[in-house]
């Protein structure tokens, strides 16, 4: 069983998820409930036995929830970290990616979605117990660093597979990620939203239609993606400069000269 620690300033939420959720059978018993991120901190650095996943909130007094991430990175905290919040805004989230967080649930909590999320984690836990050695630290930093590059690499080619129909979550659950951490992760790591990367993608293909096709601009349009051919002018112009006919049009000038 890997040892669980609840933090939340509301009493009624902390209870109710250390008491009426079936933990032991994902694998998890609670060791505690904090009602703060000051004690919490205290609960993990005088408890004998450790603490192999946090699930804090953001928001409370005292402490808050990233600034007792922030603390236990700084005593060489190891478990894994999941952040649970109402307050559903980019910069918390933001801020917990960068402190290395597993992953962010919203509240009010859905059950599917947190044993969904535990039995990955499960799996996560199992699989560094079992790689465990001498220099777990070092290579747990790797294996972060590897571990987000590896996602966006797997996003980047499914969108690059799927891109004519494709929802944030069907990339998500690709990953085995929520939507709402991996919209995170993917506009940190990219500089750019999911979707505006998806947009991005069919332009592209739309350009190179456009120059190596004779098909006309609503079928290109909706080759892409586009249902509406309006819309997609639009996009196109917006990101290339010109309406997709200039854009045909300058291709093949370009192609006369050569």
Known sequence: MYRLLIVDDEVGIRNGLANFFPWAELGFQVAGQARNGEQALKMITEDKEPVDVLMTDIKMPVMDGLKLIEELKKRGFTGKIILLSAY??????????????????????????????????????DSDQREEKPDAGNRGDREGFDYKGKIIREVKEYVKK?????????????????????????????????????????????????????????????????????????????????????????????????
């Open 88 to 125: 559903n805004e980019f910069e918390y989230a933001r801020k917990g990616l960068q402190l290395g967080v597993y992953d962010y649930i919203l509240k009010p909590t859905d059950y599917r979605k947190i044993a969904g999320l535990f039995e990955r984690l499960k799996k996560v836990l």
């Open 162 to 258: 799927n891109y004519v129909e494709i929802k944030l979550a069907d990339a998500a659950a690709h990953v085995s990620l929520s939507p709402s951490y991996l919209s995170v992760l993917f506009s940190g790591e990219m500089g750019i939203s999911f979707s505006e990367y998806v947009q991005r993608v069919r332009l592209r293909e739309a350009a190179r239609l456009l120059s190596e096709t004779y098909s006309k601009v609503y079928e290109v349009s909706e080759r892409v993606g586009y249902h509406n051919a309006k819309n997609f002018t639009r996009a196109f112009r917006k990101f290339y400069g010109m309406s997709p006919r200039d854009y045909r049009n300058k291709g093949q000038e370009r192609n006369e000269k050569k």
